[in-house]
């Protein structure tokens, strides 16, 4: 698949970091030897801009390939529907394989995480993701742990306080 | 004028000795409502939407089965496979329906068309139109995530319920024909 020729190992970023420092590296090359052959004020002859060009061209798929990492982050976030406590990343199941399929197929296209997640949820509903999203009726289970803890803590207090 | 927020205060106080008794029985009842809820049971997402586009090849002829063309009755959107056991288990009730009037039109989910044949000549064909879904793709629109899988789809073309797993008569009368009527309201 398309997104094992463009990995690097580490966060997505660092990949494409190093990619373009080293393509950096040889455009840097080419300048040099354009220099060397017709001093410094020399503009790039015909080749080399065609050269140029070419890199540029071959460095697009860069911004559009998705990574392992990033491919396997997303999948880790997915509940398997078939078996529900595994994520997408694990399961074997037939439905799993067709959904890292299109997951991969969407990535390609250059859909964003937040699309691909969209695109999920409208078709398998909120319980496909592990992480609920926030809103009202997720209030409680988001912010409800906080607030009993700022509860016990400021009955705490105030027991401290009075006990003195 | 002293003695009064005194007792208001101990009467404060003995709500608040009753308060982790207040929890416990809330906690009891939430608990106690999880055992009878089913986690495999899981709402379809598309519910009130149309029906997402599709054009199909059909099984047994050459045609396209397409999704606009599945309007003006009540109908049953069947996804079933030969190799899927459930859907051999609601093929008798699915032919009542069918003898009863109801166009019932099937999916044939990621299957080998002659396996689909044989198994329609062996257990008999409630559809009225089968259309082909090799793939899958068409299952992922729809958020199948297991064969068998019904869809209510209303005349003009909404998806109104979605029941995952084994049709039978008593899931038809509960869930399938109230709604049917309240639609026709």
Redesign the interface.
């Known amino acids: 698949m398309c997104w094992r020729v463009m990995w690097r190992p580490g966060p997505e970023w660092v990949a494409k970091l190093t990619c373009l420092l080293r393509l950096r590296r040889i455009v840097g090359w080419a300048l040099a030897q354009q220099r060397s052959y017709g001093g410094a004020k020399a503009q790039p002859t015909i080749p080399i801009r065609c050269f140029l060009f070419l890199l540029c061209l071959l460095s697009l798929p860069l911004f559009a390939t998705p990574s392992q990492p990033r491919y396997e982050s997303l999948l880790k976030e997915l509940r398997c529907?078939?078996c529900?406590n595994q994520d997408l990343l694990e399961s074997h199941a037939?439905?799993a394989s067709?959904?890292k399929q299109?997951v991969a197929k969407l990535m390609t296209e250059g859909k964003t995480d937040e699309e691909i997640r969209r695109y999920l949820?409208?078709?398998?509903?909120?319980?496909i993701l592990f992480k609920p999203l926030i809103k009202p009726t997720t209030w409680v289970l988001w912010f409800g742990p906080g607030a009993f803890l700022l509860l016990g803590l400021s009955g705490l207090s105030i027991w401290v306080i009075r006990s003195r | 004028m002293v003695k009064l927020p005194t007792t208001k205060k101990s009467k404060v106080r003995d709500l608040i000795k009753l308060l982790p008794l207040g929890f416990f029985i809330g906690l009891v009842f939430f608990l106690w409502r999880g055992l009878s809820l089913d986690?495999?049971a899981?709402?379809?997402?598309?519910i009130d939407k149309p029906l997402p586009a599709f054009d199909i090849p059909l099984l047994d002829e050459a045609g396209q089965l397409k999704s606009n063309t599945l309007r003006g009755k009540f109908r049953l959107l069947n996804i079933w496979a030969s190799w899927c056991d459930s859907c051999t288990e609601e093929q008798p009730f699915l032919m009542k329906l069918a003898y009863s009037g109801i166009p019932i039109t099937g999916i044939n989910y990621?299957d080998e068309p002659i396996h689909a044949q044989t198994w329609l000549k062996t257990w008999g064909n409630p559809y009225q139109a089968i259309g082909v879904d090799e793939?899958?793709r068409l299952a992922?629109?729809?958020?199948v995530?297991?064969t068998p899988e019904t869809f209510l789809v209303s005349p003009d073309g909404k998806l109104i319920y979605r029941h995952a797993g084994v049709m039978t008569a008593a899931i038809w009368e509960k869930e399938f024909l109230p709604r049917i009527k309240e639609e026709k309201r």
């Open positions: 529907l078939v529900q037939a439905l067709d959904l299109q949820v409208q078709r398998y509903g909120e319980f | 986690p495999h899981l709402p379809s997402s598309l990621k793939t899958g992922l629109e729809l958020g995530y297991g």
